[in-house]
C-alpha cells in the first residue's frame, strides 16, 4: 500500500494530523496498536487551552466540545488554609475549556471515518525503514498478515512508549529527562461538582487537584507513592485523603461521590531533541512528556500538529523544504516554555520528601507571590492558557 504520510499512533496528535492533512488535499494512513474501543474509554487529560479549541473547530469537530466542554475563566490555588483565585480571563483574555481527551477521540475517529480516512486498528509488530531516503516504510502486522506502507514520510504519533523515537539514531538525539519521586492517584467519581472551577491544593500531607469532567462526573487526584497500587486504597481511604488535603482551605467542602475509576501516574519531564530525522517526525508524547500539573501534554500535542501541518501544506503545495527543516526548532521553543511551566507548577505545589523547613517556606512564599502580585499571576494565567510561548 502507498500514501504520502504514514502516521504512527491514533492518539490526538496522529488523528488530528491525519485530519488536518486530508483538509488540506493530503492523504495519510493511521496505524494504531490498540483497538477502536480502547482508544476511545483511555482516561487521561481534559483542559484544553483555546489554541486547541480552534485547531479542532478549524477541523470541523469541535461542536460536541463547544455544546459538552465547559468553559473555565480562572482557577484556584489552595494553600496555608486559604484560597485564592488566579483570573484566566482578567488577566489574558483568554479561558480553557474542560472536555475530556477520550471525547476529542470519539470526535477525532468519527471525523476520519465520516470522511473515508484509512484507520487500522490493532495492528503490531510497527517497524520504521528507510527514513533517511525520499521513500521511507512502515512494516506491521495487521489481522494477521505482514503489510507495507510505503510513504512519503513518516509522523511518529505513537507517545511516550512507542517505536518511532528509537529510530533516530541516539548519536544524533539528546534526551533531557526528569522523573518525580511521587506520582498522582486519580479518580472518577459519581457526583456534582465540589467547585465551579478547578482547584489546586497544596497540602503538608500531598497536593491534591479538584477538577471535572461534566456536571455528573468528576475527576480528582492527589499526591501518591508512584510505586502504591490502588488496591491499597479503599473509598473510604481515598475520601479521607481527599477531605483533609482539600475541605480545611476557607470553608471548601468536598462533595463526595460512587467512585468507579482509580489509576495511579507516574510524573517525569522528557525532551527529545531533536525531533526529527530524515523523511521522521516526531509529534506529541513520542518526543516530549511533561508532569501533568501543568495540563500541557495534549496541547502540546496539538500544538505540534500545527506546527507540522503547515510545513508539510508548504512541502506539497509549494515546493518549499524549509518549514519541513525547521520543525523540531519551531516546536522545541514552545515545548520548553510548557516543560519549565510543568515543573515550576509542580515543584511548587507538591510535598517534597525531604524538604526542610526552609523550602517548604519558600513555596508558601511563591504561592503568595504568585496570588497577590498582578505581575506574577499573569504569568501563571499566560503560561495556563497557553499564550506565554514563544
Ligand atoms: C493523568 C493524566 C492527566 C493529564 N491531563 C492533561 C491535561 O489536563 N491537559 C493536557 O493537555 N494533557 C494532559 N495529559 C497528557 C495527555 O494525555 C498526553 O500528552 C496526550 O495523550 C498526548 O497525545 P499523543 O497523541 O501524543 O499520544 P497518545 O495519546 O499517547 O497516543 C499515542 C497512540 O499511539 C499508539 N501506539 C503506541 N505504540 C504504537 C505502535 N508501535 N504502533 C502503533 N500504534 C502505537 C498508542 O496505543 C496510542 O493510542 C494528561 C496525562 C495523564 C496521564
Known amino acids: 500500500m502507498r500514501t504520502q504520510i504514514g502516521i504512527i499512533g491514533a492518539g ?28 476511545e474509554s483511555t482516561i487521561r487529560a481534559g483542559v484544553l487551552e483555546q489554541g486547541t479549541m480552534d485547531l479542532l473547530t478549524e477541523a470541523g469537530v469541535g461542536a460536541r466540545m463547544k455544546a459538552e466542554g465547559a468553559l473555565h475563566h480562572g482557577f484556584e490555588l489552595a494553600f496555608e488554609g486559604k484560597r485564592r483565585r488566579i483570573d484566566l480571563t482578567g488577566l489574558t483574555g483568554h479561558s480553557i475549556t474542560v472536555y475530556a481527551q477520550h ?42 498478515e505482514a503489510c507495507e506502507l510505503q510513504c512519503d514520510f513518516v509522523i511518529g504519533c505513537d507517545g511516550s512508549q512507542g517505536v518511532s523515537r528509537a529510530s533516530i539514531p541516539q548519536a544524533l538525539r ?42 455528573n462526573v468528576q475527576r480528582m487526584y492527589f499526591q501518591c507513592d ?38 495511579i501516574v507516574g510524573m517525569r519531564s ?37 506546527v507540522l501541518t503547515r510545513a508539510l501544506k508548504a512541502f506539497y503545495v509549494e515546493n518549499r523544504t524549509d518549514l519541513l527543516d525547521s520543525y523540531s526548532e519551531t516546536a522545541l521553543k514552545r515545548i520548553w516554555r510548557a516543560e519549565h511551566f510543568s515543573y515550576w507548577m509542580t515543584s511548587m505545589m507538591h510535598r517534597i520528601e525531604g524538604a526542610s523547613p526552609f523550602e517548604q517556606q519558600l513555596q508558601v512564599a511563591e504561592l503568595e507571590y504568585v496570588t497577590t502580585s498582578r505581575a506574577a499571576a499573569t504569568v501563571m494565567a499566560e ?3 497557553g499564550v506565554a510561548a514563544v
Open 226 to 263: 508512584p510505586k502504591d497500587s490502588v488496591d491499597h486504597w479503599s473509598d473510604d481511604r481515598i475520601w479521607a485523603e481527599l477531605h483533609a488535603r482539600v475541605d480545611s482551605h476557607d470553608g471548601q467542602k468536598l462533595v463526595d461521590g460512587k467512585i468507579f475509576q482509580k489509576n
Open 383 to 385: 503560561n495556563y492558557v
Open 270 to 306: 522528557f525532551v527529545s531533541a531533536t525531533m526529527q530525522h530524515g523523511r521522521l517526525f516526531l509529534a506529541g508524547d513520542a518526543a516530549h512528556i511533561v508532569p501533568p500539573t501543568g495540563a500541557k501534554g495534549m496541547n502540546l500535542a496539538v500544538a505540534d500538529v500545527r
Open 174 to 215: 539528546k534526551d533531557f529527562e526528569r522523573v518525580y519521586p511521587f506520582g498522582w492517584f486519580g479518580i472518577l467519581c459519581e457526583g456534582p461538582p465540589s467547585s465551579e472551577e478547578l482547584i489546586y491544593a497544596r497540602h503538608e500531607r500531598g497536593f491534591a487537584l479538584i477538577s471535572t469532567r461534566s456536571r
Open 12 to 39: 490526538p496528535a496522529g488523528l488530528l494530523l491525519s485530519h488536518l492533512l486530508h483538509l488540506r488535499g493530503i492523504d495519510s494512513v493511521v496505524l494504531e496498536s490498540r483497538t477502536r474501543e480502547q482508544i
Open 103 to 144: 471525547e476529542v477521540i470519539k470526535d477525532l475517529v468519527a471525523a476520519r471515518i465520516a470522511a473515508g480516512g484509512a484507520l487500522r486498528f490493532g495492528v503490531s509488530e510497527t517497524s520504521l525503514h528507510d527514513i533517511e531516503t525520499d521513500s521511507p516504510s512502515i512494516r506491521y502486522r495487521h489481522e494477521g
